[in-house]
C-alpha cells in the first residue's frame, strides 16, 4: 500500500469535496431558480468527477474503475436533464423564486 | 456505540417522528408520507437485527433482510394503492388544503 | 473513529430530512424530501452491509415511491381548493409529541437492551446454501428457503394492481392510465428517455443476473427495468398500455403464475410443494427469477401510472 496513490486520493477527493461546498453554499444562498441549478450542476460535474478521479487507484481492477466512470457519466447525464427540464419548467411558469 | 446501535436508536426515533406525522396532519397524502418514513424506521430495526446477527460468511443475516427487502415492496404496492383511492376520493369530494398549501398555491400562482 | 462520524453525520442527516418531511408545510418540499431521505437512508443499510436492501430502497423506497408521490401532488394540486383548518391545536400537539417520543423511547430500550450473543440464522443459512448452487445468501433466503413468502408476495403486487384498476370509474374501464408526461415532445427529457434505457435495461439485467452469487436480485433489477419503462413513458416515446390488452396482462401475471407451477410440480419433481430437485436448483431458482424480473418490471409502472382515466379506444 504505497504512499503516493493514496496522497492523490486524498487531495483529489478533498478538492472534489470543496465543489460540492461550494455547490450546497449556492444552493441555500442565490436568490432564484436558475442560480442554484447552476451551482448545482456545478458540484454534479467538477465534485463528483474529481471524487471519481480520487478512487479510481482505490479500485479493485480495471473493470470497478470503468464502472465508476461510467457512474459519473450516467450522474451528469441525469443532472442535466434535470436540470434543463427544472429551468423549462421555471421559465413557462414564471416563477423566479 | 457500534454502527448497529446507532442506525437502530435512528431507527427508532424515525419510528416516532413518523408516528407523529400520521397523527398530526388531517391531509392524507401527508400522512401516507409520514407512514413510509414510520416504515421506513420499522425497516431499520430489522437492518440491526440482521446486523448483530453476522456469522462466518456472511456479514449480515440474510433472513431479515429478505424480510425487509419484500416489506419495502409490499410497502411501496400499499402506499399506490393508497394515492389510487386518494386520487379517486379526491375525484369525488373537496379535498383537504391546509392555510400553508394555500399559501403555497397562491405564491406559485402570483409569479 | 472516522468511522464513527460518518455514521453519526448519516443519522443526523437522515433524522433532520425525516423531521422535514413530517413537519414542512407545504406538500411538495415535504415530497422531494422524502426522496431525499430515502436515499440517504440506502446509505446507511451500506454501513449496516445490506447491499441487497440498500438497492432495493434506493430503486422502489426512493426511486418509485418518489415518482408515485411527487405524481400524486401533482394530481392535487389541480383540484378545487376548499379550506378547512383540521390542524390539531397546540396543547394537543404537545400531548402527541409526548407520546411519539415515548414510543420512539420504547424501541431504543429494546434496541440497547437486545440479547448478547445475537440469535441468528446466517450459520443454518450458510450451511445449506451449496445445495442451492447461490453464493449470494439473500437470493437464497429470498428463494429458495423462504420461496413461499416471496410467491405470495408477487401474489399481493398483482392484487394491489387490480385493486389500484378497479378505482377507475366505470366507463375507463379497459382504457389507459396516466403518466406525468413531457410538455414538449422531442425536448430534453425525449433525448434523456433516448439514451438512457439502453444502458439502464443492460444494467437491470445486469443485476438481476448477478444476484445469484453478489447483491442483487430480481426485485432491485426488476426495479431498473420498470424505472427505464416509466421514463420512456414519460417522455411520450410510447403510449402508455390500455390495461385491457393482453400482452400486458400476461406479463403481470406471468411471475406468480410460473412461481405456482414450479411450487406445485415440486410435488412429483422432489416431494414437497416449492421443493427444488436435488442438483437441479439452480436452473429452476434462475427460471423462476426471469418471470419475476419480468412481472416486477411490468407491475411497478402500473402502480405508478395509477387507474385509466380515459375510455377506451375502440
Not at chain 2, 87 to 110: E, F, M
Not at chain 3, 212 to 222: H, K, L, N, T, V
Not at chain 3, 249 to 277: H, K, N, T, W
Amino acid at each position: 500500500m504505497s504512499f503516493a496513490p493514496n496522497l492523490f486520493s486524498i487531495v483529489a477527493i478533498g478538492a472534489g469535496l470543496i465543489f460540492f461546498l461550494a455547490g450546497t453554499c449556492g444552493l441555500l444562498r442565490f436568490p432564484d431558480t436558475l442560480s442554484r441549478l447552476h451551482a448545482l450542476t456545478k458540484a454534479d460535474n467538477l465534485g463528483l468527477g474529481l471524487v471519481v478521479i480520487g478512487l479510481l487507484p482505490l479500485a479493485d481492477n480495471v473493470l470497478a474503475a470503468l464502472k465508476l466512470v461510467v457512474v459519473w457519466v450516467l450522474v451528469q447525464l441525469s443532472g442535466a436533464t434535470v436540470g434543463q427540464l427544472i429551468a423549462q419548467s421555471t421559465r413557462r411558469n414564471g416563477r423566479t423564486e | 456505540m457500534s454502527t448497529a446501535t446507532l442506525a437502530g436508536l435512528t431507527g427508532a426515533i424515525l419510528a416516532g417522528v413518523g408516528l407523529y406525522g400520521l397523527i398530526i396532519h388531517p391531509d392524507p397524502l401527508r400522512r401516507i408520507l409520514a407512514f413510509n418514513v414510520l416504515g421506513s424506521g420499522v425497516f431499520l430495526l430489522f437492518g440491526i437485527i440482521a446486523r448483530r446477527g453476522a456469522a462466518i460468511g456472511a456479514l449480515a443475516d440474510p433472513v431479515p433482510q429478505a424480510m425487509v427487502i419484500t416489506g419495502i415492496v409490499v410497502a411501496f404496492a400499499a402506499t399506490a394503492l393508497a394515492v389510487a383511492l386518494l386520487i379517486r376520493l379526491g375525484a369525488q369530494t373537496d379535498p383537504v388544503v391546509t392555510q400553508a398549501d394555500k399559501q403555497d398555491l397562491a405564491r406559485r400562482a402570483d409569479d | 473513529m472516522i468511522v464513527q462520524t460518518l455514521d453519526i453525520g448519516l443519522a443526523a442527516l437522515v433524522l433532520t430530512l425525516a423531521g422535514y418531511t413530517v413537519l414542512a408545510r407545504a406538500t411538495f418540499p415535504a415530497v422531494v424530501s422524502y426522496v431525499a431521505y430515502g436515499l440517504l437512508l440506502s446509505l446507511i443499510w451500506v454501513r449496516l452491509f445490506s447491499v441487497d436492501v440498500a438497492l432495493t430502497e434506493a430503486a422502489i423506497g426512493g426511486g418509485l415511491t418518489g415518482v408515485l408521490l411527487i405524481g400524486a401532488a401533482g394530481k392535487r394540486r389541480g383540484t378545487a381548493v376548499a379550506a378547512t383548518e383540521l390542524d390539531p391545536t397546540q396543547p394537543l400537539r404537545w400531548a402527541i409529541m409526548a407520546l411519539c417520543a415515548l414510543a420512539a423511547l420504547a424501541l431504543a430500550t429494546v434496541v440497547v437492551s437486545l440479547p448478547d450473543p445475537a440469535p441468528t440464522l446466517a450459520p443454518q443459512a450458510m450451511e445449506n446454501i451449496a445445495t442451492t448452487g447461490l453464493g449470494n445468501p439473500v437470493t437464497a433466503v429470498l428463494i429458495a428457503y423462504r420461496a413461499f413468502d416471496t410467491m405470495l408476495e408477487k401474489c399481493v403486487l398483482v392484487i394491489a394492481v387490480v385493486g389500484v384498476w378497479s378505482l377507475a370509474c366505470d366507463r375507463c374501464w379497459g382504457g389507459a392510465p396516466d403518466v406525468p408526461r413531457a410538455v414538449a415532445r422531442g425536448g430534453t427529457l425525449t433525448f434523456f428517455a433516448q439514451v438512457l434505457p439502453p444502458l439502464g435495461i443492460l444494467i437491470g439485467i445486469r443485476i438481476f443476473w448477478i444476484g445469484a452469487d453478489e447483491p442483487g436480485g430480481a426485485f432491485q433489477g426488476g426495479a431498473i427495468l420498470a424505472a427505464m419503462w416509466v421514463i420512456i413513458m414519460m417522455a411520450g416515446l410510447t403510449d402508455v398500455p390500455a390495461i385491457s390488452k393482453r400482452w400486458l396482462r400476461i406479463a403481470l401475471a406471468a411471475g406468480p403464475i410460473v412461481f405456482l407451477g414450479v411450487g406445485i410440480l415440486g410435488f412429483a419433481a422432489a416431494g414437497g410443494f416449492l421443493a427444488y430437485p436435488h442438483g437441479f436448483a439452480k436452473p429452476v431458482i434462475i427460471f423462476v427469477e426471469i418471470f419475476m424480473t419480468l412481472s416486477i418490471a411490468a407491475t411497478l409502472p402500473m402502480l405508478v401510472g395509477g387507474a385509466p382515466i380515459r375510455a377506451p379506444r375502440p
